[in-house]
């Protein structure tokens, strides 16, 4: 099973034609070896989205995203290893091979299935009865007055449920679907005298997962009846916690801009999609789930949360600026004045106001010290503690020591306690384990420009990437100088490995994240032209050079420091030095020969 799986991914793989895939998202031009377009997955103008055809790697010197076609998939589907091979089998039609399924895991399939299918047609059902039906016209009506028309209509699959107890269930049993089935998607439920329809009298909103499968429904009222929402029964098929409304529709403008904005409810999404908000999501509730959190991460860098700015989704928003923060997103909150929701205000003073309340939009953190010391009495020293104490957990989880200290500083002007005290009460707290917690690394390594040493190495790589049977013969002196970068390190460690039998796709398979990144990164390096054998020596020197241009740095400090203090060890120092630096000479003699 395992060895057929590995061969079908393998044949997947070198069947999957880059360019072609890659050319269906972005234009790519050739130039050079390589191809070239803008990025898709960061907003740019001048390309710097690399395709190498030989080799089946992408990579992006904007984003530094890069990889392999599987990789390229995940990303820009935001779907998983699986499914990414699936949607290349399939566009090359290559059989999957099938598990053999249990059973009970077939009859799940086609329960699922059905009911995605019956929510298919109900949701044609329902949209034909808004907009195909004089029962309709109220709910159009209705629609029209929040500033929503065709187009959002069409969109995002707006319908209406007629006021009648069986206009669904007997419509589509005409279509063949049995009322079982709209039973178990949550549409319909059994009485005394049969199967009876559960949306009625409501303007119906499908809730769709990011691939665009309808999974649920809510229906909102058209008046003030109660209840005002009505929306499907969770299920193992609908869970809320694991979905965004909008996601589908949203998820290229948050893709492109890099940014999502997460409401509460659907037609606050609705509507601030009418008024040209594209990357606007609803959390379905106050509750942000982490799996929601991990949705929005693989699409965006930062979420802007624009929840009702009532005491409960001032509360929600405390919560969800450390969930999705432990994603790795950057947050912040957006807050509607007079305490309307984002429907309400985008309706009665436009978009023009709202784009400036998400322009407003305050750090996550500031948020949450502000509504502690909200909630505290800080008139008093007892209050005072108490604020500092609920606030520790929100500083704890602040990407690095110098985020922390600033807020630390801030916080101290504000409440008029030394700072000292605080930022000792934070080291407690962190020393306690609570940074460990969070998950975050304490400090982020800073992107690094590449020296030229790292030059050198990567183009040595490079050209031990075309002609591998030159590993041998530099394995030795790199033993011996070593590369500076341990990413690099690894990668020429593993190559050499498989040596004249590596192919890309076996050494991505042996590398760490970091690497493969930096392998995709370098396979989009122009290949030189010339002897390679030279240009490899070339290579070898220059790191041999800057390996022992450090060196000498190194004695050279240490003698003068060894002068001025009158240190006699001075003087071997400076032979030492001297030693290195007729060392870099003779390297440039045997350039010159
Ligand atoms: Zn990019």
Known sequence: MNGDFE???????????????????????????????????????????????????????????????????MKIENCSFMDALKLLAGRYGIPIPEKQKTAAEIAREKQRDSIYSANELASKFFQACLTKTAYGEPALAYLAGRGIGKEIIAGFGIGYALNNFTALVSSLAKRGCQPQVLE???????GR????????????????????????????????????????????????????????IALKAIRKSGR????????????????????????????????????????????????????????????????????????????????????????????????QVLAAAQNGIDFQIDETILQNNIANLAGKVEAVSNILPFLLECQNEIEASEHIRRLAQRLTIDEGLIAEEYRKAARRGGRQQTGQPTVIPEEKSAGIGQQAEELLLRLLLEQPQ??????????????????????????CEL??????????????????????RILAHQLPEGD???????????????????????????????E????ERFLSELMESQRIKNEIKKLYGNQNK
């Open 260 to 355: 999502a904005v997460v409401v509460e409810g659907y037609m606050d999404a609705i509507s601030l999609h009418a008024a040209g908000f594209d990357n606007v999501v609803a959390s379905m509730g106050t509750a942000f789930s982490q799996e929601q959190a991990k949705l929005l991460q693989r699409l965006a860098d930062e979420v802007i949360f624009c929840y009702d700015s009532d005491s409960a989704g001032r509360k929600a928003s405390v919560r969800a600026v450390s969930i999705a923060r432990e994603a790795g997103l950057k947050v912040r909150i957006a807050g509607v004045p007079d305490g309307k929701d984002p429907d309400e205000y985008v309706r009665q003073h436009g978009s023009a106001a709202f784009a």
């Open 564 to 567: 001025r203090s009158a240190d």
């Open 470 to 495: 030159l590993c041998d013969e530099c394995r030795a002196e790199v033993k011996e100088t070593g590369f500076e970068d341990a990413v690099l390190a690894q990668l020429f460690d593993r190559l």
């Open 7 to 73: 061969n079908f991914k393998e044949q997947v793989r070198s069947t999957a034609d880059m360019v072609e895939i890659i050319s269906g998202y972005v234009p790519l031009k050739k130039k050079g070896q390589n191809y070239w377009g803008c990025c898709p997955f960061h907003g740019e103008k001048t390309p710097s989205f690399s395709v190498n055809p030989g080799k089946s790697m992408f990579y992006c010197f904007g984003c530094h995203e890069g990889g392999d076609i599987f990789k390229f998939i």
């Open 499 to 520: 040596g004249t039998a590596y192919t890309t796709d076996k050494l991505n398979n042996v590398l760490d994240d970091a690497s493969q990144t930096a392998l995709a």
């Open 532 to 562: 390679m054998d030279k240009l490899m020596q070339d290579c070898l020197r220059q790191m041999r050079r800057l390996r022992l241009e450090k060196e000498y740095e190194k004695h050279r400090l240490l003698a003068d420091e060894y």
């Open 193 to 248: 005298d049969g199967y009876y329809d559960k949306f009625r009298n409501r303007v119906i909103i499908p809730i769709r997962d990011a691939r665009g499968r309808i999974v649920g429904f809510g229906g909102r009222v058209l008046d003030n009846s109660t209840p005002k929402y009505l929306n499907t029964a969770e299920t193992q098929w609908f869970n809320k916690r694991r979905l965004l409304f909008g996601l589908d």
């Open 184 to 190: 178990a998607a949550g549409l319909a439920a059994r």
